[in-house]
């Protein structure tokens, strides 16, 4: 963590306060001016590998990152490792706090909320870590004195749904992701359920929602591999890998774990399910799709083919097996 870097977090003052009217914090809620949020995105991919979790009303998804090489061009961020996809979206982001159940482990839990305060990210260091490059940063842009809103870069703040939708698909033309744009658009509440979309993707059949835990759960007894794709307005995260443990919760959730990875899952948040054979699959790519009631994707999730290889036989039993 250069001192160079750090230096950008300093405090900010504008010179003109008319045009900063939309900052003005209440009265019961302090907020401070300070740096540029890739300046954060940059001091974090300088210590070591942080936990990012995603949340929804029904589901969770954590998982243990690396932040360094992450790529910014207008707005967006990408952050790319070998079983992990980080897809952040600055113009969405407005504030950064410390979780309240984080103050008695010594402010080590970090939350990127949006303008309606709603959480879009957030960040812990590892259990067995030493914190100290983490509160150092803390320190520096004093994120203990309250809610601290770093700055949005000239020409981004404003971008809106098709702004975002062409930078995605002008990322995926020069090979920077291998996800659909509408997947992305789903995962960040863009867009909500609407069968037709599915059906122009591929052939798309409604699936029985009662049934997903029992796919889960055989899913980590057969240890599968698989890529799991879930997010909210400001970030979407993807894993690759297997989870492994399956575990019923006392409050009604399901959890699947894995190396690095955890995913928290009320099946009660579940309206439907569907899945999708995409185009050009044969037959032999299901893709599972997991909304709630609004229409709000929860989890994407399918079968994770090697370079080369076959889809699991597996995989396509467990799907038919929800018809």
């Known amino acids: 963590m250069s001192a160079p870097i750090l ?11 008319d045009a900063w009217l939309d900052l003005v914090p209440e009265p019961s809620s302090p907020l401070r ?37 992450i790529h910014m061009d207008e707005g967006i961020g990408l952050a790319r490792g070998e079983s992990f996809r980080l897809h952040v979206l600055l113009n ?37 870590a030493h914190p100290f490059a983490l509160q150092t940063l803390i320190r520096a842009y004093r994120i203990e004195e309250g809610r601290v809103m770093p700055l949005s870069r000239p020409g981004v703040r404003q ?56 796919f889960l759960e055989t899913v980590a007894d057969q240890s599968l591999m698989t890529r799991v794709t879930m997010g909210t307005a400001g970030a979407v995260q993807r894993f690759d890998g297997c989870l492994h443990t399956y575990r019923q919760c006392a409050d009604g959730w399901i959890e699947l774990s894995g190396e690095g ?22 037959g032999r790519r299901h893709q599972l799709r997991l909304y709630d009631e609004s229409g709000r994707a929860l989890l994407l999730m399918e079968d994770l083919v090697p370079a080369g290889g076959a889809p699991s036989p597996i995989w396509r039993l467990l799907v038919n097996a929800l018809f």
């Open 159 to 214: 971008s809106g749904l098709s702004a975002h939708m062409h930078t995605l698909a002008r990322w995926r033309e020069q090979g920077r992701q291998d996800v659909e744009i509408a997947d992305l658009a789903e995962c960040c509440g863009w867009l909500n359920l609407t069968p037709a979309r599915l059906r122009a993707q591929g052939r798309a059949r409604l699936a029985a929602a009662e049934l997903i835990p029992c």
């Open 92 to 128: 969405t982001w407005h504030a950064l706090v410390q979780r309240p159940e984080s103050v008695e482990r010594r402010f080590q839990d970090l939350a990127i909320e949006a303008r309606d305060r709603s959480e879009l990210l957030s960040l812990s260091v590892d259990a067995q």
């Open 7 to 17: 230096s950008s977090t300093l405090a900010f003052r504008p010179r003109q306060a």
């Open 261 to 282: 990875v955890r995913l928290r899952l009320d099946p009660e948040s579940i309206d439907s399910a569907w899945v999708v054979e995409p185009l050009g699959s044969d």
């Open 33 to 69: 001016l300070t740096g540029h949020w890739t300046e954060l995105l940059w001091d974090l991919a300088c210590l070591d590998p942080l936990w990012v979790e995603t949340r929804l009303s029904g589901i969770r998804l954590r998982q243990r990152m690396q932040l360094q090489a």
